[in-house]
């Protein structure tokens, strides 16, 4: 016969088991196996477990029912919980999971999105919000970038390409849309370590002047400038928050920085364009995307990306509609971005002790769930990515196929 405190603990541990399947269903009954700390294992889908989920502690719980993401986040960061098996597997399961779970509730994730808006970042936000994510070390994502540091998404042209290709190919895959041509004036918002405008000024003959928050980047673009003699005649790197951009140009581009500004400034950012670009001009916003509108997740605002806002097209729309723009093209590479995060974490895995050397193993599990997170947002289409190309109201110097997107000359219109 049991003693009151061992049917005390049976019935806690039943209860704690019918909590963590409730948890389970929450989030759409993945396909995993679920192992609890006192050894007990379920698995609530049909189907075979993709991975093992192991909470290995039982105080996960109320952090968990607190909030799914954030608690399952800081909980896996801090080693409370464990995943056995396929890492990316296991986040793709998770994601599509959860999106299934969650699909048909437009309006609400509108209304979401719209109120997590709200909050502007202010100058000096933005400067905190960089440092948070930017300056975290050159050394750093030295460790887990290609050689350039190009830190968005790669253009994979051969399915045998290499990350270094595909970074390349991005590259000039942007500068052939924005049509660039020796001398033309480039201005490039929220530059990262240089690489694009590095890129141009060398390969396609065109003045730059490139804007960062960044110190850490900003300092090593103009190390890079300087050990190529790329003079400031050529190519200027100015440590400044895009809304101090002045001067005219033939090209605005800006790779990977609106998902920083914050809805609450696009139309701001318009203006800004309208009144940088030429009459003759094209401007280029490439940018982690959604489908539809949705706040960030409460983790990756927490934790990685403070003050970001991912942006449906239609929310993308206040930057351009406003002032005529025509839009040109819009290119969707979100399974280019979603190959561009697996080699990334590829990379990550070979150096995350010489992470947790550097920073903590906390750090370092917390930035493996990021890059993994983000490969399954992109497979699963949580997440885009789009490359908008514009043009000012009345620009008919446009092209009219696109050809010259891939290298191929066009006859012009007549």
């Given at each position: 016969m049991?003693?009151?405190?061992?049917?005390?603990?049976?019935s806690?541990?039943?209860?704690e088991?019918?909590?963590v399947?409730?948890?389970?269903?929450r989030?759409?009954n993945p396909?995993?196996?679920?192992?609890m700390?006192?050894?007990?294992?379920?698995?609530?889908?049909?189907?075979?477990p993709?991975?093992?989920l192991?909470?290995?502690?039982r105080?996960?719980i109320?952090?968990l029912?607190?909030?799914?993401s954030?608690?399952?986040g800081?909980?896996?960061s801090?080693?409370?919980?464990?995943?056995h098996?396929?890492?990316v597997?296991?986040?793709?399961e998770?994601?599509?999971?959860?999106?299934e779970?969650?699909?048909g509730r437009?309006n609400?994730q509108k209304?979401?999105?719209?109120?997590?808006?709200v909050?502007?970042?202010t100058?000096?936000r933005?400067q905190q919000n960089v440092q948070?994510?930017?300056?975290l070390?050159?050394?750093?994502?030295?460790?887990w970038l290609?050689p350039?540091m190009?830190y968005?998404?790669?253009?994979?042209?051969?399915?045998?390409?290499t990350?270094?290709?595909?970074?390349?190919a991005?590259?000039d895959?942007?500068?052939r849309?924005?049509?660039?041509r020796?001398?033309?004036?480039v201005?490039?918002?929220?530059?990262?370590?240089?690489?694009?405008?590095?890129?141009?000024?060398?390969?396609y003959?065109?003045?730059?002047?490139?804007y960062?928050n960044?110190i850490?980047q900003v300092?090593?673009?103009r190390e890079e400038?300087?050990r190529?003699?790329?003079d400031s005649?050529?190519l200027?790197f100015?440590k400044?928050?895009?809304?101090?951009?002045t001067?005219r140009?033939?090209?605005?581009?800006s790779?990977?920085?609106l998902?920083?500004?914050g809805?609450?400034?696009?139309?701001?950012?318009?203006?800004?364009?309208?009144?940088?670009?030429?009459?003759?001009?094209?401007?280029l916003?490439?940018?982690?995307?959604?489908?539809?509108?949705a706040?960030?997740?409460?983790?990756i605002?927490?934790?990685?990306?403070?003050g970001?806002?991912?942006?449906?097209l239609?929310?993308?729309?206040?930057?351009?509609e406003?002032f005529?723009?025509?839009i040109l093209?819009?290119e969707?590479?979100r399974?280019?971005?979603?190959?561009?995060?697996?080699?990334?974490l590829?990379n990550?895995?070979?150096?995350?002790d010489?992470?947790?050397a550097m920073?903590?193993?906390?750090f370092a599990?917390?930035?493996?769930?990021?890059l993994?997170?983000?490969?399954?947002?992109?497979?699963?289409g949580?997440?885009?990515?789009?490359?908008v190309?514009?043009?000012?109201p009345g620009?008919?110097?446009?092209p009219?196929?696109?050809?010259?997107?891939?290298?191929?000359?066009?006859t012009?219109?007549?």
């Amino acid at each position: 016969m049991m003693d009151i405190d061992t049917r005390q603990q049976v019935s806690g541990n039943a209860l704690e088991s019918r909590v963590v399947r409730w948890i389970m269903m929450r989030v759409g009954n993945p396909r995993v196996l679920v192992r609890m700390w006192n050894g007990e294992e379920f698995c609530l889908a049909d189907g075979r477990p993709v991975a093992c989920l192991e909470f290995r502690d039982r105080r996960v719980i109320p952090e968990l029912i607190m909030s799914t993401s954030v608690g399952f986040g800081e909980c896996y960061s801090k080693g409370m919980i464990e995943v056995h098996g396929d890492f990316v597997a296991f986040a793709d399961e998770i994601t599509r999971a959860i999106t299934e779970k969650y699909r048909g509730r437009y309006n609400l994730q509108k209304i979401h999105s719209l109120l997590a808006s709200v909050r502007g970042n202010t100058l000096s936000r933005s400067q905190q919000n960089v440092q948070h994510h930017y300056d975290l070390g050159n050394e750093f994502y030295r460790l887990w970038l290609d050689p350039r540091m190009v830190y968005t998404c790669a253009y994979y042209e051969h399915a045998d390409a290499t990350l270094e290709q595909a970074q390349l190919a991005k590259l000039d895959h942007v500068c052939r849309k924005l049509r660039l041509r020796p001398g033309q004036e480039v201005i490039e918002a929220g530059c990262g370590w240089g690489s694009l405008a590095l890129h141009m000024v060398q390969h396609y003959g065109v003045r730059v002047k490139a804007y960062n928050n960044s110190i850490e980047q900003v300092s090593f673009a103009r190390e890079e400038a300087a050990r190529l003699g790329l003079d400031s005649s050529r190519l200027t790197f100015v440590k400044d928050d895009y809304r101090n951009i002045t001067g005219r140009c033939d090209a605005f581009v800006s790779i990977g920085m609106l998902e920083h500004v914050g809805r609450k400034h696009y139309r701001n950012l318009g203006k800004l364009i309208r009144n940088c670009l030429k009459p003759g001009g094209i401007g280029l916003i490439h940018s982690i995307g959604r489908s539809r509108p949705a706040p960030v997740d409460a983790w990756i605002a927490r934790h990685i990306f403070p003050g970001g806002h991912i942006p449906s097209l239609s929310e993308m729309s206040e930057i351009f509609e406003p002032f005529e723009f025509s839009i040109l093209d819009i290119e969707n590479l979100r399974l280019h971005y979603a190959r561009t995060c697996r080699a990334w974490l590829a990379n990550f895995e070979r150096v995350k002790d010489e992470v947790s050397a550097m920073y903590s193993e906390e750090f370092a599990r917390a930035w493996r769930l990021y890059l993994a997170g983000s490969s399954a947002g992109f497979h699963t289409g949580t997440l885009q990515l789009y490359q908008v190309l514009i043009a000012p109201p009345g620009n008919n110097s446009v092209p009219w196929t696109r050809k010259y997107q891939y290298g191929e000359s066009e006859t012009p219109g007549r």
